[in-house]
């Protein structure tokens, strides 16, 4: 794993899903342009990335996945409108989706094999560096409750200070009863390199995908893997209950519209 001085450059989003968790919404539009009260899930994710240092975007897309592109990219015909009609505030909401100093490159990923294999397709842009993974699906991370490591990676291993285990075993989706224990591997990764060859030299796991915690885990036998217990609030947005509790305490949360929003739930007969 890359040292505490190492600066991450460069961050992966693998959006190349079907989303069918999502139809018929997801039929004709990517899921991660699925919006939380005003912003699709992937612009939350690239803000994160963004916020962190990073300055290099690489999403990995499938063939309907245009409208990813679209959104970061000058949007002129709006702006001009915006512009002409003296709705400025509007404006620059528009343009701050892609910062200046930001860069997007796209790879499409041509058959549905797996995360491992979505990471791999990137490879190429990546480089020979450090980088990051970030899931859409996920907009922030917490603990993992007994009833959904199924759903998850599991890791397990030797904690080393607050919050930080160096890991010895990872399991992709493990039924309750065989998970080591309940830390799950949310949507948030920093990578070396090497995970690449790991990646390329794995067989289909879990679901017969190829799976990045697959290619994790193999890395372990040469470089040291650390997991980091983040206690914050994890959307599963891949899920309809997680995405409506994440529209829901967003909404509740937005300077413009949490107040009112908070009345009119209170009016409810729940």
């Given at each position: 794993m890359p040292t505490p001085s190492t600066r991450i450059r460069k961050a992966v989003f693998p959006v190349a899903g079907f989303g069918t968790r999502f139809l018929p919404a997801t039929k004709a539009q990517p899921k991660e342009m699925l919006p939380v009260v005003d912003k699709p899930l992937i612009q939350y994710a690239v803000e994160e990335a963004y916020a962190a240092g990073i300055r290099d975007m690489?999403?990995?897309?499938?063939?309907?996945?245009?409208?990813?592109?679209?959104?970061?990219?000058?949007?002129?015909?709006?702006?001009?409108?915006?512009?002409?009609?003296?709705?400025?505030?509007?404006?620059?909401i528009a343009r701050s989706v892609m910062p200046d100093d930001m860069t997007c490159s796209y790879v499409r990923q041509p058959r549905m094999l797996g995360l491992g294999h979505a990471v791999l397709c990137a490879e190429h842009l990546v480089g020979n560096e450090p980088f990051a993974v970030l899931l859409a699906d996920d907009l922030m991370v917490g603990p993992v409750g007994g009833a959904h490591v199924k759903r998850y990676g599991i890791v397990a291993g030797e904690s080393i200070g607050d919050d930080l285990v160096k890991v010895d075993r990872m399991i992709e989706k493990p039924s309750p009863d065989?998970?080591?224990?309940?830390?799950?591997?949310?949507?948030?990764?920093?990578?070396?390199?090497?995970?690449?060859?790991?990646?390329?030299?794995?067989?289909?796991?879990?679901?017969?995908?190829?799976?990045?915690?697959?290619?994790?885990?193999?890395?372990?036998?040469?470089?040291?893997?650390?997991?980091?217990?983040?206690?914050?609030?994890?959307?599963?947005?891949?899920?309809?209950?997680?995405?409506?509790?994440?529209?829901?305490?967003?909404?509740?949360?937005?300077?413009?519209?949490?107040?009112?929003?908070?009345?009119?739930?209170k009016s409810l007969e729940l």
């Amino acid at each position: 794993m890359p040292t505490p001085s190492t600066r991450i450059r460069k961050a992966v989003f693998p959006v190349a899903g079907f989303g069918t968790r999502f139809l018929p919404a997801t039929k004709a539009q990517p899921k991660e342009m699925l919006p939380v009260v005003d912003k699709p899930l992937i612009q939350y994710a690239v803000e994160e990335a963004y916020a962190a240092g990073i300055r290099d975007m690489i999403f990995v897309t499938g063939r309907n996945k245009r409208a990813i592109e679209d959104h970061y990219d000058t949007a002129y015909e709006l702006e001009s409108q915006l512009e002409a009609s003296g709705k400025l505030e509007l404006l620059n909401i528009a343009r701050s989706v892609m910062p200046d100093d930001m860069t997007c490159s796209y790879v499409r990923q041509p058959r549905m094999l797996g995360l491992g294999h979505a990471v791999l397709c990137a490879e190429h842009l990546v480089g020979n560096e450090p980088f990051a993974v970030l899931l859409a699906d996920d907009l922030m991370v917490g603990p993992v409750g007994g009833a959904h490591v199924k759903r998850y990676g599991i890791v397990a291993g030797e904690s080393i200070g607050d919050d930080l285990v160096k890991v010895d075993r990872m399991i992709e989706k493990p039924s309750p009863d065989k998970a080591p224990s309940r830390l799950g591997v949310a949507g948030r990764y920093i990578l070396t390199p090497g995970v690449f060859d790991e990646i390329r030299n794995q067989p289909k796991g879990a679901g017969g995908e190829i799976q990045l915690t697959d290619g994790i885990a193999a890395l372990m036998k040469k470089e040291a893997v650390y997991a980091y217990a983040y206690k914050g609030t994890r959307y599963d947005c891949g899920s309809k209950e997680g995405f409506l509790q994440a529209s829901v305490e967003l909404a509740l949360a937005h300077p413009e519209v949490g107040g009112q929003f908070r009345e009119y739930l209170k009016s409810l007969e729940l």
